[in-house]
């Protein structure tokens, strides 16, 4: 799989939202912050698919925008969108707001591919009507985010993007041969939430690679893992509901975790859609054709796994701190479990079931522990994870707490021991490549400036020399 990425890696968004994720295996749907009966039904359509959109991923919950999309060409910052005459989209008319989502053309410049219009591109005129109707309600800030967009040449002329929205803005979806609930399923995932995005790798034009429909990409740091129904690589074992309960928790007890970006797409998306469109969404991913990719999920014998030492002392903060103190003086503290407990014991508990009252995220049977691909969980230790919501707890980074043999200890430690693999050899190496990475932007991006001023001075000589032929033909004559 080439890694071509668009990285999505937005930046922690403080968010004004109050309800805490939804916990637990029972799932009820969540009410929607921006609903209110005092609204049409119209614009309570709209705020519903602003959350069904993502729109406060990247524009804020507040829609005055700031967040960074990190993209191979530079940051790309979210735009206020609250109807602000001067700062926001106040002057926006409903054909303007339709432009910009399913053509990327605002009123007087092109949109970058960083708001994902193609994606919008499908998006029905109601909905768009009922967003428009919606936006018109969101208080009006008179603020510019803080950063502005400057890429550098040749990506600063915006004009640009005509050409690659012609290579790349995909036709409507072929939607037959779909159930009415898989159709519903298939709008929800390519047309508002977008999903493909993040899970679809990119092409040599950065514009997403069909051939390979969510079948994981890399984001940056972050693995956005196989997504089709694939046993081995993709999700091919979870069933509806379990898709249905990921989408609305972020969790699967001893398998998934969404801590990273998926955190955020649930924290601010799909934990508040209605059962129906969780399960449209489930039943229509069943449907993706399945890809095998070499990223394998290691199956874990969840009878095999480390169980609690006792149910109480997961719960029990005091007694869990007596314990892992314990487990530490019983222990070699340059061993690999000595380093776990001493750099991770403190929040994952001594047996991988961390806090879950204080959601310190239980590791034991996480898929991201799984992969035959190390690269995920060493990311996510040597960068931390910023809490997907303004309440979940954030862990650190120890990139300069551990050197690379450290890393790959733990890593090794936390794959057999939580993650159940027979056996596990992460090297330092393996380690000091997840540190620095190859540049793996597309060659068209990489040499972008170059070619472009290559394309420039070819012109010129083409120019010149259709003059000098023009003159000397004058002269013979
Ligand atoms: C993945 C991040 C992301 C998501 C999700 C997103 N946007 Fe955007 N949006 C951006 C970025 C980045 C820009 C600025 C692009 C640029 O500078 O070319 C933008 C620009 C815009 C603009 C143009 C504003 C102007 O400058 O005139 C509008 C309108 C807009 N977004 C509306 C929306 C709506 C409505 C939604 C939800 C349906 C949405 N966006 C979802 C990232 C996003
Ligand atoms: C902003 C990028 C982004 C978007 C948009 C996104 N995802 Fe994800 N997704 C990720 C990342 C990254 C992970 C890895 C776990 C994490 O972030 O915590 C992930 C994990 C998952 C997983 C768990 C897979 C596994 O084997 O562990 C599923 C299922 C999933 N996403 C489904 C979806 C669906 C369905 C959508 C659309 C509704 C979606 N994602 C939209 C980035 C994204
Ligand atoms: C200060 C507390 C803290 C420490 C120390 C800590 N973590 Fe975490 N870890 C967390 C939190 C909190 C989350 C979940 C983040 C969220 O909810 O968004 C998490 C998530 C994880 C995940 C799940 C990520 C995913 O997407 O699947 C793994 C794996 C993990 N930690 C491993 C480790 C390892 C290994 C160490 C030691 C090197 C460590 N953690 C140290 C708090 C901590």
């Given at each position: 799989m080439k890694p071509l990425y668009m990285v999505l890696s937005m930046l922690a968004i403080g968010i004004t939202s109050s309800a805490?994720?939804?916990?637990?295996?029972?799932?009820?749907?969540?009410?929607?912050?921006?609903?209110?009966?005092?609204?049409?039904?119209?614009?309570?359509?709209?705020?519903?698919?602003?959350?069904?959109?993502?729109?406060?991923?990247?524009?804020?919950?507040?829609?005055?925008?700031?967040?960074?999309?990190?993209?191979?060409?530079?940051?790309?910052?979210?735009t206020n969108i609250t109807p602000s005459k001067r700062y926001g989209i106040g002057n926006y008319t409903e054909a303007d707001l339709k432009n910009a989502l399913q053509k990327g053309r605002a009123p007087n410049h092109m949109l970058y591919p960083a708001m994902p219009y193609p994606s919008y591109n499908g998006m029905t005129d109601e909905d768009i009507s009922a967003l428009f109707a919606y936006l018109q309600t969101v208080p009006a800030v008179d603020e510019k985010p803080e950063y502005?967009?400057?890429?550098?040449?040749?990506?600063?002329?915006r004009f640009l993007m005509l050409g690659w929205n012609v290579l790349n803005l995909p036709a409507n979806e072929n939607r037959e041969g779909l159930s009415a609930t898989e159709q519903r399923g298939e709008y929800l995932v390519n047309n508002?939430?977008?999903?493909?995005?993040?899970?679809?790798?990119?092409?040599?034009?950065?514009?997403?690679?069909?051939?390979?429909?969510?079948?994981?990409?890399?984001?940056?740091t972050w693995h956005a893992p196989n997504i089709t129904s694939d046993e081995s690589s993709g999700i091919g074992s979870w069933s509806e509901q379990d898709i249905v309960t990921y989408l609305r928790t972020g969790e699967l007890d001893q398998r998934v975790f969404a801590g990273g970006p998926m955190g955020e797409v649930v924290a601010h998306s799909t934990r508040f859609l209605e059962d129906e469109d969780l399960g449209a969404i489930a039943s229509y991913l069943k449907a993706v054709p399945a890809i095998q990719t070499d990223d394998k999920v290691n199956v874990a014998d969840v009878s095999s796994l480390k169980r609690p030492i006792n149910e109480s002392i997961t719960h029990d903060l005091i007694a869990q701190k007596d314990y892992l103190a314990q487990a530490k003086a019983n222990v070699d503290s340059s061993s690999p479990?000595?380093?776990?407990?001493?750099?991770?014991?403190?929040?994952h508990g001594v047996d991988g079931y961390g806090q879950p009252d204080a959601r310190y995220a239980p590791i034991v049977g996480l898929s991201s522990i799984r992969r035959d691909n190390p690269a995920s969980l060493i990311n996510v230790i040597l960068h931390g994870v910023d809490g997907a919501t303004n309440t979940s707890p954030i862990m650190p980074g120890f990139s300069d707490e551990l050197d690379s043999a450290q890393i790959a200890d733990i890593s090794n430690y936390v794959r057999v021991?939580?993650?159940?693999?027979?056996?596990?050899?992460?090297s330092a190496a393996d380690v000091d490549s997840v540190i620095s990475p190859q540049d793996q932007r597309p060659f068209l991006i990489k040499y972008a400036g170059i070619l472009a001023t290559l394309g420039i001075i070819a012109v010129l000589l083409i120019i010149g020399l259709i003059i000098w032929n023009m003159v000397r033909k004058k002269r013979t004559h």
């Amino acid at each position: 799989m080439k890694p071509l990425y668009m990285v999505l890696s937005m930046l922690a968004i403080g968010i004004t939202s109050s309800a805490a994720m939804a916990e637990g295996a029972s799932v009820p749907s969540a009410s929607l912050p921006n609903v209110s009966p005092a609204n049409s039904d119209l614009v309570n359509r709209g705020a519903y698919i602003a959350r069904a959109a993502d729109c406060m991923a990247c524009h804020r919950e507040d829609y005055t925008g700031g967040t960074a999309i990190e993209t191979p060409m530079g940051d790309i910052y979210a735009t206020n969108i609250t109807p602000s005459k001067r700062y926001g989209i106040g002057n926006y008319t409903e054909a303007d707001l339709k432009n910009a989502l399913q053509k990327g053309r605002a009123p007087n410049h092109m949109l970058y591919p960083a708001m994902p219009y193609p994606s919008y591109n499908g998006m029905t005129d109601e909905d768009i009507s009922a967003l428009f109707a919606y936006l018109q309600t969101v208080p009006a800030v008179d603020e510019k985010p803080e950063y502005e967009t400057k890429l550098p040449f040749p990506f600063n002329f915006r004009f640009l993007m005509l050409g690659w929205n012609v290579l790349n803005l995909p036709a409507n979806e072929n939607r037959e041969g779909l159930s009415a609930t898989e159709q519903r399923g298939e709008y929800l995932v390519n047309n508002l939430a977008h999903c493909g995005t993040c899970h679809t790798p990119r092409n040599s034009t950065m514009g997403v690679d069909d051939s390979k429909y969510l079948a994981g990409a890399q984001l940056g740091t972050w693995h956005a893992p196989n997504i089709t129904s694939d046993e081995s690589s993709g999700i091919g074992s979870w069933s509806e509901q379990d898709i249905v309960t990921y989408l609305r928790t972020g969790e699967l007890d001893q398998r998934v975790f969404a801590g990273g970006p998926m955190g955020e797409v649930v924290a601010h998306s799909t934990r508040f859609l209605e059962d129906e469109d969780l399960g449209a969404i489930a039943s229509y991913l069943k449907a993706v054709p399945a890809i095998q990719t070499d990223d394998k999920v290691n199956v874990a014998d969840v009878s095999s796994l480390k169980r609690p030492i006792n149910e109480s002392i997961t719960h029990d903060l005091i007694a869990q701190k007596d314990y892992l103190a314990q487990a530490k003086a019983n222990v070699d503290s340059s061993s690999p479990e000595g380093l776990y407990l001493a750099a991770c014991g403190s929040c994952h508990g001594v047996d991988g079931y961390g806090q879950p009252d204080a959601r310190y995220a239980p590791i034991v049977g996480l898929s991201s522990i799984r992969r035959d691909n190390p690269a995920s969980l060493i990311n996510v230790i040597l960068h931390g994870v910023d809490g997907a919501t303004n309440t979940s707890p954030i862990m650190p980074g120890f990139s300069d707490e551990l050197d690379s043999a450290q890393i790959a200890d733990i890593s090794n430690y936390v794959r057999v021991n939580f993650g159940g693999l027979a056996n596990s050899n992460v090297s330092a190496a393996d380690v000091d490549s997840v540190i620095s990475p190859q540049d793996q932007r597309p060659f068209l991006i990489k040499y972008a400036g170059i070619l472009a001023t290559l394309g420039i001075i070819a012109v010129l000589l083409i120019i010149g020399l259709i003059i000098w032929n023009m003159v000397r033909k004058k002269r013979t004559h």
